[in-house]
């Protein structure tokens, strides 16, 4: 894709047409920080206990530092596939199924494989790779409207 200066646009997404069922790939990494986990819960009202209060994260929580909410992970795996794939070329988020396995906590580090598994409406699969895999991990399975690419 080039501007209207002819230059190459860099970091435009993939388009349905350029990709093949089966296709496997990896986004960029990103770990998941404290502020992320307390600007979250404060933007969305989600201050329960176990991640607003400290001192109960210290004294009785099992897991030992601030548990990330399910839907942050959620939005997290959302912004590295749209990262890596989505730029300019994605139309519609259509649906998702999503999977936790266990809990995640800050300085828990993402990176998600992905694999293409429909064309039209592209379905990518994502699956968790992280630094703690013993807590168990979480897919993430959203089906999208994508651009088809113009013709030449």
């Avoid at 435009?12 to 496997?24: A, F, K, Q, S």
């Avoid at 404290?34 to 600007?39: E, G, H, K, S, V």
């Avoid at 995640?104 to 409406?121: E, F, L, M, W, Y």
């Amino acid at each position: 894709m080039k501007d209207e200066n002819d230059l190459q646009i860099m970091g435009v997404g993939l388009h349905w047409n350029d990709v093949e069922v089966g296709d496997r790939f990896r986004t960029l990494g990103r770990t998941i920080s404290d502020a992320d986990i307390t600007m979250f819960i404060g933007a969305v009202g989600m201050v329960e206990e176990m991640s607003a209060n400290v001192e109960y994260i210290k004294e009785v929580s099992v897991i030992g530092s601030r548990p990330a909410p399910g839907s942050l992970i959620f939005c997290i795996a959302e912004d590295l596939l749209m990262q890596s794939t989505m730029q300019r070329t994605g139309m519609a988020f259509l649906e998702a199924r999503s999977r936790r396995q266990g809990p995640q906590a800050d300085h828990d580090r993402r990176h998600d494989p992905c694999r293409v598994r429909g064309r039209g409406g592209t379905r990518y699969e994502q699956g968790r790779q992280g630094r703690q895999p013993a807590r168990g991990g979480s897919s993430h399975h959203p089906l999208r409207m994508v651009k088809t690419r113009p013709a030449a």
